[in-house]
């Protein structure tokens, strides 16, 4: 006989198809704006130094990368479903999960007024440059937050985490404070830095799947 709803609330278990979906979705979508990037240089003029992300945002070939960070946007959404799926019971983790929401919230906004918003500026600073601002302590604070959950039982993924925050802290700064010839490239390197928190968590996330799909049968 089938088990109640009520059953099945009082006693959650984790569902292997959804967490292998948010799983693969966050490695696909990791990746994504890295090959829009790739994409769009080729089919664009860009100065790998020079030229931001935002700069290949603009013109012609803006779609390649739109497309590469929303979808980039839809990954975190998924990572911030699987983590609340397989919760690790701390509020540290439920505010990182509140960071990888927070992270496609913001992702989108930027994309959208992109898109359609205006591009006049408010006092020397324009809206898609103060929804950057967000990303910030997004990326900064979800990796630290997750190596509290993961420093004993999964002591080397724990140790990226770390190094993805310290990598983007340092990078994004440095982008923010660089001179127009270089900062494009700081701006790269601050987004790869946070590969190394999304892929290792995406790839946990997959694995952890497998291993409950297995568990099942």
Request: with cysteine; charged share 15%.
């Amino acid at each position: 006989m089938p088990a109640s709803t009520e059953d099945a609330l009082s006693a959650p278990r984790i569902e292997p198809l959804l967490l292998a979906f948010c799983g693969i979705l966050g490695l696909i979508g990791s990746v994504a704006p890295t090959g829009a990037l790739i994409w769009a240089s080729l089919v664009a003029e860009h100065d790998f130094l020079a030229d931001t992300v935002s700069d290949l945002g603009r013109g012609p070939h803006r779609w390649i990368m739109d497309s590469g960070f929303f979808i980039n946007a839809a990954s975190l959404l998924g990572l911030a479903i699987g983590s609340a799926h397989i919760h690790a019971g701390t509020k540290r983790w439920t505010a990182s999960i509140l960071c990888f929401a927070l992270l496609a919230l913001v992702i989108v906004a930027i994309g959208l007024w992109d898109a359609f918003g205006r591009t006049a500026e408010t006092d020397g600073m324009s809206v898609h440059t103060r929804l950057t601002f967000l990303l910030g302590p997004l990326y900064l604070i979800g990796p630290i937050l997750m190596w509290y959950s993961f420093r004993d039982t999964a002591p080397s993924m724990a140790r990226l985490f770390l190094i993805s925050a310290l990598l983007w802290a340092v990078f994004a700064t440095a982008f923010k404070l660089a001179p127009d010839w270089i900062d494009g490239g700081l701006e790269k390197l601050a987004i790869a830095a946070t590969l190394l928190w999304t892929v290792p968590f995406s790839n946990w996330m997959t694995r952890r799947a497998l291993q409950a799909r297995s568990e099942v049968n």
